[in-house]
């Protein structure tokens, strides 16, 4: 399997912060990264697929970069429906694994 | 406008037989690309990959679950399920279906609600 680690677990920002979460596949995974947002009791939302194209309907101040093993998903500009979990997954092989989530907090 | 549900019991005794329901409208399950996945969430965890039925019946499973996962699709109903056999309260977690878009990287871009299913004697 292909493991997926996050970093950070968990970050407090402030509303207006610049907030970047780090994935890191334990192998190449090419480009077959997706970025989801999951709010207290709700289903995940898609945010991000094939590493940086942002879903339709999905604010710009979210964006995505990265390949091969190194992901990040950013946010330019954290607004207050954005504190939630983030959760990377990767597509490239099955399982198609989930990382350990990032949980951003208000500060 | 896709929307998922899934359906089934909330309760099942340890060594039961776990079958979920996605019942699913907006879209069909024999368009090419297009596929149904199971995604579970234990309580205050990450999400877990269970398995994906896409339109040509090819079926996919977590290696780790397999031998207890069966994932199966009824076009004309727009359903899909999954059973899970010897369920242990390890298993105890909110279970999610998602549509998936194949057609060139592959992601859930539709969630059902999800369903917690607690096992316990």
């Known amino acids: 399997d292909i493991q997926m680690a996050q970093s950070p677990s968990s970050l407090s920002a402030s509303v207006a912060d610049r907030v970047t979460i780090t994935c890191r596949a334990s192998?190449?995974?090419?480009?077959?990264l997706n970025w989801y947002q999951q709010k207290p009791g709700k289903a995940p939302k898609l945010l991000i697929y094939?590493?940086?194209t942002l879903q339709s309907g999905v604010p710009s101040r979210f964006s995505g970069s990265g390949s091969g093993t190194d992901f990040t998903l950013t946010i330019s500009s954290l607004q207050p429906e954005d504190f939630a979990t983030y959760y990377c997954?990767?597509?490239?092989?099955?399982?198609?694994?989930f990382g350990q989530g990032t949980k951003v907090e208000i500060k | 406008q896709i929307t998922l549900k899934e359906s089934g019991p909330t309760l099942v005794k340890p060594t039961q037989t776990l079958t979920l329901t996605c019942t699913f409208s907006?879209?069909?399950?024999?368009?090419?690309?297009?596929?149904v996945g199971w995604i579970r969430q234990p309580p205050g965890k990450a999400l877990d990959w269970l398995a994906l039925?896409?339109?040509?019946?090819?079926?996919r499973y977590s290696p780790s679950l397999k031998s207890r996962l069966t994932i199966t699709k009824d076009t004309s109903k727009n359903q899909v399920v999954l059973t899970m056999t010897n369920m242990d309260p390890v298993d105890t977690a909110t279970y999610y279906c998602?549509?998936?878009?194949?057609?060139?990287?592959?992601?859930?871009?539709?969630w059902g609600q999800g369903t917690l299913v607690t096992v316990s004697s």
């Open positions: 907006g879209f069909s399950l024999s368009t090419s690309g297009v596929g």
């Open positions: 039925i896409y339109w040509d019946d090819d079926k």
């Open positions: 997954q990767q597509s490239y092989s099955t399982p198609r694994t």
């Open positions: 094939a590493a940086s």
């Open positions: 192998q190449s995974i090419s480009n077959y």
């Open positions: 998602a549509h998936s878009d194949s057609t060139g990287w592959e992601y859930f871009d539709y």
